[in-house]
T-cell receptor
Framework: DAKTTQPPSMDCAEGRAANLPCNHS???????VYWYRQIHSQGPQYIIH???NNETNEMASLIITEDRKSSTLILPHATLRDTAVYYC????????????????FGGGTRVLVKP | GAGVSQTPSNKVTEKGKYVELRCDPI?????LYWYRQSLGQGPEFLIY????????DSGLPNDRFFAVRPEGSVSTLKIQRTERGDSAVYLC???????????FGPGTRLTVL
C-alpha cells in the first residue's frame, strides 16, 4: 500500500506559487521523499527528492518538516504546462533488499493550473 | 540524449492472444523497471531488473506475465493468454544504478478486446 496521503485535486492560478502537501506520517529514518509528476499521456517525470533537509532545483522546492511526517512541494511560478498529476512517494535511501528499489505510487494530486 | 523508448505505443489484441511489449532503456542504465497503470490510478510495480537478472518480480500478477532482459539492455514484457483485465498502460523506466532516479518511457497502451 502507498505510504503517503495527498489531496486528490487542487487548482492553481497561472503565475502563482503552487503548494502541494503530502503526509507521510509512517516514514522511516532511512526513507527519502520523492516527487514525480505525470502529464497527460506521458510517463511519470522525476521532480525532486529529499531526506530531511529542504531541497531546491530548477523545477521546484521541497520543504520537509522537522519530524519528517509531512512535506510540501512548491512550484514557484506555476504555468499551464505544470498541469499534471503529482505523486509523493517514500522510498528507501539505501538498499536493504531488492524490493526497496521500486517506486510505490498512490493516487497523487491532480493539479490544474488555470489562466 | 535519447530517453527511454517503448514500442509499440499502442497495441490492440483479442482475448486469449499473446503480446510482447518492448522497452529500450537509456544507454548505460543498469536498472530497468516495468510498471502497469490502469485508468485513473497511479502506476503499479511489476518487475525490476538489475543487469540481466530479475531482482524483484513480486509485482507480476500471475504466471501469464513474464519479462526478459537477455543482454542487460532491451527488455521485453510478455503476456500470454491475454484477458480484458490486462488492458492498461505499461510503463518502463530505467536508472543508473539500483537507487538512481528513474526515467520513464511514454508507455504502451494495451487494449484487450
Amino acid at each position: 500500500d502507498a505510504k503517503t496521503t495527498q489531496p486528490p485535486s487542487m487548482d492553481c492560478a497561472e503565475g502563482r506559487a503552487a503548494n502541494l502537501p503530502c503526509n507521510h506520517s509512517t516514514i522511516s529514518g532511512n526513507e527519502y521523499v520523492y516527487w514525480y509528476r505525470q502529464i497527460h499521456s506521458q510517463g511519470p517525470q522525476y521532480i525532486i527528492h529529499g531526506l530531511k533537509n529542504n531541497e531546491t532545483n530548477e523545477m521546484a522546492s521541497l520543504i520537509i518538516t522537522e519530524d519528517r511526517k509531512s512535506s510540501t512541494l512548491i512550484l514557484p511560478h506555476a504555468t499551464l504546462r505544470d498541469t499534471a498529476v503529482y505523486y509523493c512517494i517514500v522510498r528507501v535511501a539505501f538498499k536493504i533488499e531488492a524490493a526497496g528499489n521500486k517506486l510505490t505510487f498512490g493516487g497523487g494530486t491532480r493539479v490544474l493550473v488555470k489562466p | 540524449g535519447a530517453g527511454v523508448s517503448q514500442t509499440p505505443s499502442n497495441k490492440v489484441t483479442e482475448k486469449g492472444k499473446y503480446v510482447e511489449l518492448r522497452c529500450d532503456p537509456i544507454s548505460g542504465h543498469t536498472a530497468l523497471y516495468w510498471y502497469r497503470q490502469s485508468l485513473g490510478q497511479g502506476p503499479e510495480f511489476l518487475i525490476y531488473f538489475q543487469g540481466t537478472g530479475a531482482a524483484d518480480d513480486s509485482g507480476l500478477p500471475n504466471d501469464r506475465f513474464f519479462a526478459v532482459r537477455p543482454e542487460g539492455s532491451v527488455s521485453t514484457l510478455k503476456i500470454q493468454r491475454t484477458e480484458r483485465g490486462d488492458s492498461a498502460v505499461y510503463l518502463c523506466a530505467s536508472s543508473f544504478g539500483e537507487m538512481g532516479e528513474q526515467f520513464f518511457g511514454p508507455g504502451t497502451r494495451l487494449t484487450v478486446l
